[in-house]
T-cell receptor, first 115, second 113 residues
Framework: DQQVKQNSPSLSVQEGRISILNCDYTNSMFDYFLWYKKYPAEGPTFLISISSIKDKNEDGRFTVFLNKSAKHLSLHIVPSQPGDSAVYFCAASAKSQGGSEKLVFGKGTKLTVNP | DTGVSQDPRHKITKRGQNVTFRCDPISEHNRLYWYRQTLGQGPEFLTYFQNEAQLEKSRLLSDRFSAERPKGSFSTLEIQRTEQGDSAMYLC???????????FGQGTRLTVV
């Protein structure tokens, strides 16, 4: 059962426009959410995160919005740049029995920013 | 380079052979994770260490898999009697205690032929 869902496998936007990547989750115990960016043949790179007590977190061109009632979060990138082209993973964590705060990932959305 | 380091980057092995991967976390990070990623999927949690203690293991971690983190520094992941279904990218990540942001290494791509 997919606890974190990214329903759009791919997204294509023009350079300078806004990119909006969406993520839905089902586990109400999740209390921390993260976005990672991944280039081919590399490990995921941490991008931005948000705690469940907030509804927005901003870092430069990247903003994450959290709607707890809808169990939905989104990543906004504005303005989009060709270097942003990558696969973006949404991840969530909850306190587990072992205390690991392990991450549960979605399947990813491939973003292509066209010059 | 003070990031998470994994070795080797690529491994091709014949079915039935044993393989071992190494991960060197960021030096001050006391939490270490192993994940596995297959094509078209996000990374899936395998196991977690806090210092040298292995505190959590996924159901994905069959008896053929074993992980260690002696002295709470580097970690190794061994797969015995490899199967074709073990072909995947094996990712190591580390974080500080009480921090959820995990930093990943570049991964080890395993191909079982």
């Amino acid at each position: 059962d997919q606890q974190v869902k990214q329903n759009s496998p791919s997204l294509s936007v023009q350079e300078g426009r806004i990119s909006i990547l969406n993520c839905d989750y089902t586990n109400s115990m999740f209390d921390y959410f993260l976005w990672y960016k991944k280039y081919p043949a590399e490990g995921p790179t941490f991008l931005i995160s948000i705690s469940s007590i907030k509804d927005k977190n901003e870092d430069g061109r990247f903003t994450v919005f959290l709607n707890k009632s809808a169990k939905h979060l989104s990543l906004h990138i504005v303005p989009s740049q060709p270097g942003d082209s990558a696969v973006y993973f949404c991840a969530a964590s909850a306190k587990s029995q072992g205390g690991s705060e392990k991450l549960v990932f979605g399947k990813g959305t491939k973003l292509t920013v066209n010059p | 380079d003070t990031g998470v380091s994994q070795d080797p980057r690529h491994k091709i092995t014949k079915r039935g052979q044993n393989v071992t991967f190494r991960c060197d976390p960021i030096s001050e990070h006391n939490r270490l994770y192993w994940y596995r990623q297959t094509l078209g999927q996000g990374p899936e949690f395998l196991t977690y260490f806090q210092n040298e203690a292995q505190l959590e293991k996924s159901r994905l971690l069959s008896d053929r898999f074993s992980a260690e983190r002696p002295k709470g520094s580097f970690s190794t992941l061994e797969i015995q009697r490899t199967e074709q279904g073990d072909s995947a990218m094996y990712l190591c990540a580390s974080s500080l205690y009480a921090s959820t942001e995990a930093f990943f290494g570049q991964g080890t791509r395993l191909t079982v032929v």
